[in-house]
C-alpha cells in the first residue's frame, strides 16, 4: 500500500485507461487509450512508448489512429514477446501505467501525385494514418497489403477507404495474389504505373526488398524503422541505425528514412540481439503466467 | 597531548561492504557513519573565523554551521541548516565531488585531511529520512506559475526554491520516474534509488506538481506552455544522445552506449531480469572505453552483473582520470582493470555479428591540449587484439536536439547547448531560462544544481518585477 501511496504523491499514477479492446486477427489486437495530450499532438508516422506496469518493459509502439475530440490513441499490436501477451491481458477499464509520446518526426505529408503505400503484416496499422494523411492531401493513393495468410490481414476496410486502389498479397495465396508485396509492386510499376514516391512500412525484410525493388527505377522510398528502443526519445543509442554510412537514432532522426540508405542487415541483426532472452522470458510467462506477473 | 592531534590528522572513515562481497549485489557499498563517527569526524571542525569551505560549494551551504550542530549532536538543527540551501543533501553526500569542491578549500586539508563534508552531509540527511522529514515553512502562494523541464538535479532544485519563494511549479519529466540522471545514469549500489525518491518526495511536499510522461518538445511544445498559463520555463533536459566513436564495428551486438546500459540497469532494473522485463547481456569479458565516473559506474555494473573480467580502456593515463578519486578507488578494489594509453580503432564481429575482438592501439601524450592534459597521439604499428565479447562506450553525451528543434527563436551553440547568460541562466527567449548539462554540456550533479539555484534566483526575479510593472500598469 505504501507504494501506491508513493506513486500518488510523485504523480507517476497517470491514468490511461483502456476504452475499446478488439481482436483484429489471432494475437493482433487493438486497444483504444485514453490519452489526450498525444491525441491532441498526435500526428502521422509518430510513435509512444509504453510501459504496462511497473516491472514492464518500455516499448515503442506506432500510433495507427487518434481522436483529438475524444482524447484518445488507438494501439495495434502483435503478441510476440511478454510486454504485448501482457499489454493483450488489458481488458477495457484498466489502465497502462505509462504512455509517453508523440515521438519521432512526423510524416512529410504534402501532395507528390501519385504514391504507393506497401505495408505488410500489424504494419498496416502504422501505415494507415499516413495514407489517409496522404488521400487527404490530394496525393492518389496506391495501397498494396501484405498478409501471411488471410486470416492475419488487418485494416482492409478501413485502408480501402483511404486508397485510390487497393491490392491484396498473402504468402499462401489464401487472399488475393499468392506472394508478396513486393511482387505486387513490381507488377504495377512494370505494367507501366508511375509512382512520384512509395511508402514500405512493415517488417524489416519486406521493406527491404521493397526497396530492392524501387531502386533500379530510382523511385524515392521511404521506409519507417522500428529498431529496439528503451527510452525513445533521444538518451540511450538503442535504436542507431546505419543510414548512408551514418550512425543515426531512429527515435529522434526518424523513424523515416530514405529506404535506399537503410542498412537493412544491420537492422535486422540488431533486432535479434536479446532473442535468448526474450524467448526465455517468455517461456516463463507462458508457464507461470499472469499468476506470478499479476494482472493490472 | 600527542593523541588528540593524531587524531585531528586523519578523517574517520566510513564502513564500506567487503569488495569480494559488494560485486555480487547491488546494494550500497558505501555503509554510513554512526551517530558517534559523526560526532567524531565534526569535531575536527575548527571552525575558523573566515571558512573557506563554502567558497567551494556551488550551492553556498553554510558547511561550518552545520558541522558545529552535528558536533553539538544537534541533528535536526543540522539537517534544516543544510536544507536552507540544498534541497538534494541524501544525494549531493553521496554523489558530490566534495574532494575538487568545498574539501578542497578546506583549512585543515593544508596540512591533514580535510573534514569529511559529504559524508556529515549524508549523515545528517539519512537521519532525518530515518525518522521522518520534518517540512520546512512555506512562504505565501504569488500566483504565478513557473514549468520545469526535466526532473533531474538542476530542474528539481530549481523546483525546490522556487516553491519555497511560493511559486507554483510543475514539473514535466520525459521518463516514467523522477529523478534524470540520479534515477537512470548512477547505479544504485552508489546512490540508492530509494534515497531518490525520498528527496524527490520532498520535493513535492514543497508543493511543486510532477507530470511524467511528458516530453516537451513533443507532448507540449515550450509555446503551449505558455499558453497554458505558466509565467516562466526552465529548461533542465538535461544531456542527451550518446557520442559513439565512429570507428567500424560500432553497430555490432553487444556494443552498448554507456547510457543504454545503465538505463536498462538502473531504471529498467534489468539485474532483475526476468522478474523485470527488461533484459541486459553482459559477456565474460567486458570493456568500458571512457574514464569518467560514467566508465566507473557502467564497470562496476557489468562486474555485479556476472563478468569475468572488466577492462576499462582509456586513451590517456591514470592522473588524467575525470572520474573521481573514490570512485576509481572503488573499481580498483573490487578488480576492475585497466587499461591505460589505448585506444580502440575497430570492432570485430563473430558469424553471428556478436563483437568478439576489439583493435587497439597504443597512444602517448604529447603537449597539453586545451583541456590542459597532454594530447593523445598513436603509436604507429603498436596495434594489438583484445578479446571481449561486450562493450560499453562511455566517453560522453551530445544535448538532446528535442526542444531546440522545436523552439522558435532558441539560441544554440554549434554544439547544440542552449545559450545562457550565466549569471541568470536566461536563454534567448524572454521568458525562458535554462541549466545543467543542456546549458554546459555534460558537468557533475552539484554543478547542475548550482544552475537550478541561479535559474531559480533570476526567474523569481523577473516575477516579481513584473508583478510590480504589472502593479504600476493597473493603478
Not at chain 1, 475499446?20 to 489486437?29: G, N, W
Not at chain 2, 554549434?414 to 550565466?422: A, F, R, S
Request: hydrophobic share 40%; charged share 25%.
Amino acid at each position: 500500500m505504501q507504494k501506491t501511496e508513493r506513486t500518488r504523491i510523485l504523480g507517476t499514477a497517470n491514468m490511461y485507461r483502456v476504452l475499446v479492446k478488439k481482436d483484429l486477427a489471432p494475437q493482433i489486437k487493438l486497444v483504444k487509450v485514453y490519452a489526450p495530450d498525444i491525441a491532441e499532438k498526435a500526428q502521422p508516422g509518430q510513435f509512444v512508448i509504453i510501459r504496462k506496469d511497473e516491472k514492464g518493459e518500455r516499448i515503442p509502439l506506432t500510433l495507427a489512429d487518434w481522436e483529438k475530440e475524444k482524447g484518445t490513441i488507438t494501439l495495434i499490436f502483435q503478441e510476440v514477446g511478454v510486454s504485448t501477451r501482457k499489454l493483450g491481458t488489458l481488458e477495457v477499464g484498466q489502465t497502462i501505467l505509462n504512455v509517453v509520446g508523440p515521438l519521432g518526426n512526423p510524416s512529410d505529408i504534402k501532395h507528390h501525385g501519385t504514391l504507393a503505400i506497401a505495408c505488410g503484416g500489424f504494419a498496416i496499422a502504422a501505415a494507415y494514418p499516413i495514407a489517409k494523411a496522404f488521400k487527404h492531401s490530394g496525393n492518389k493513393v496506391i495501397s498494396i497489403l501484405g498478409a501471411r495468410t488471410e486470416n492475419l490481414l488487418i485494416l482492409e476496410n478501413e485502408m480501402r477507404d483511404v486508397s485510390d486502389e487497393l491490392y491484396i498479397s498473402t504468402d499462401d495465396g489464401s487472399k488475393g495474389y499468392k506472394g508478396f508485396v513486393r511482387d505486387l509492386l513490381k507488377a504495377l510499376i512494370e505494367k507501366g504505373q508511375s509512382f512520384d514516391i512509395v511508402y514500405a512500412i512493415g517488417p524489416p525484410i519486406m521493406m527491404k526488398t521493397v526497396c530492392e525493388v524501387t531502386r533500379p527505377y530510382g523511385i524515392k522510398t521511404i521506409v519507417s524503422l522500428n529498431p529496439i528502443m528503451v527510452d525513445g526519445m533521444g538518451m540511450c543509442g538503442a535504436c542507431r541505425v546505419s543510414v548512408g554510412g551514418e550512425t543515426k537514432f531512429a527515435c529522434v532522426d526518424g523513424p523515416e528514412f530514405d529506404g535506399h540508405m537503410v542498412d537493412f542487415d544491420v537492422l535486422i541483426k540488431r533486432l535479434r540481439i536479446y532473442f535468448p532472452e526474450e524467448r526465455k522470458a517468455d517461456e516463463l510467462y507462458q508457464k507461470l503466467g499472469k499468476s506470478r506477473h499479476g494482472q493490472a | 597531548m600527542g593523541k588528540p592531534k593524531e587524531k585531528m590528522k586523519h578523517s574517520v572513515p566510513m564502513p564500506k561492504q567487503k569488495p569480494k562481497v559488494r560485486i555480487h549485489n547491488f546494494n550500497e557499498v558505501a555503509l554510513g557513519y554512526t551517530e558517534e563517527q559523526a560526532v567524531a569526524e565534526a569535531e575536527r571542525c575548527i571552525q575558523c573565523p573566515e571558512p573557506q569551505c563554502i567558497r567551494g560549494c556551488p550551492v553556498e551551504l553554510d558547511i561550518p554551521a552545520f558541522v558545529k550542530l552535528i558536533k553539538e549532536r544537534k541533528f535536526d538543527e543540522a539537517i534544516r541548516k543544510v536544507k536552507e540551501k540544498n534541497s538534494l543533501p541524501a544525494i549531493c553526500g553521496r554523489v558530490c565531488p566534495q574532494e575538487e569542491q568545498c574539501q578542497k578549500f578546506c583549512t585543515l586539508g593544508k596540512k591533514w585531511e580535510p573534514i569529511a563534508i559529504g559524508k556529515l552531509e549524508r549523515f545528517v540527511a539519512d537521519s532525518e529520512l530515518q525518522k521522518g522529514m520534518q517540512l520546512l515553512p512555506l512562504s505565501t502562494p504569488t500566483g504565478k506559475k513557473v514549468a520545469i523541464i526535466g526532473a533531474g538535479p538542476a530542474g528539481l532544485t530549481a523546483a525546490a526554491d522556487l516553491a519555497k519563494l511560493g511559486h507554483e511549479v510543475v514539473i514535466f519529466e520525459a521518463l516514467h520516474a523522477p529523478g534524470g540522471v540520479l534515477m537512470y545514469g548512477i547505479p544504485e549500489f552508489r546512490l540508492p534509488k530509494r534515497i531518490v525518491e525520498a528527496e524527490v518526495a520532498y520535493i513535492s511536499k514543497l508543493g511543486a506538481k510532477m507530470r511524467t510522461d511528458a516530453l516537451i518538445g513533443r507532448s507540449f511544445t515550450i509555446d503551449d506552455l505558455f499558453k497554458k498559463g505558466f509565467n516562466a520555463v526552465f529548461i533542465a533536459s538535461g544531456a542527451g544522445l550518446p557520442r559513439f566513436l565512429r570507428i567500424p564495428g560500432e553497430n555490432l551486438g553487444g556494443i552498448y552506449s554507456a547510457n543504454e546500459f545503465l538505463i536498462r540497469v538502473n531504471l529498467m532494473k534489468a539485474y532483475q531480469f526476468p522478474k523485470f522485463d527488461t533484459p541486459i547481456k553482459v559477456g565474460k569479458r567486458v570493456t568500458v572505453i571512457g574514464s569518467g565516473n560514467t566508465a566507473m559506474d557502467a564497470a562496476r555494473a557489468a562486474l555485479r552483473l556476472g563478468a569475468d573480467e572488466v577492462w576499462v580502456v582509456y586513451r590517456r593515463s591514470r592522473k588524467e582520470m575525470p572520474a573521481r578519486e573514490e570512485e576509481i578507488e572503488n573499481a580498483e578494489e573490487e578488480g576492475i582493470k585497466f587499461k591505460f594509453l589505448t585506444t580502440p580503432v575497430r570492432f570485430i564481429g563473430d558469424e553471428q555479428d556478436w563483437i568478439k575482438g576489439m583493435e587497439c592501439i597504443a597512444m602517448k601524450l604529447g603537449e597539453p591540449d586545451e583541456s590542459g592534459r597532454g594530447r593523445p597521439t598513436p603509436i604507429k604499428g603498436s596495434e594489438f587484439i583484445m578479446d571481449v565479447d561486450t562493450v560499453v562506450i562511455a566517453i560522453g553525451r551530445t544535448p538532446n536536439p528535442i526542444i531546440q528543434r522545436t523552439t522558435k527563436g532558441l539560441e544554440t551553440t554549434k554544439w547544440g547547448t542552449v545559450i545562457i547568460n550565466e549569471q541568470t541562466g536566461q536563454t534567448s527567449l524572454e521568458r525562458v531560462y535554462a541549466g545543467g548539462d543542456i546549458a554546459t554540456g555534460e558537468a557533475t550533479v552539484i554543478s547542475a544544481m548550482g544552475a537550478g539555484k541561479r535559474a531559480a534566483k533570476s526567474i523569481h526575479e523577473y516575477l516579481m518585477k513584473r508583478e510590480k510593472q504589472d502593479i504600476h500598469k493597473n493603478t
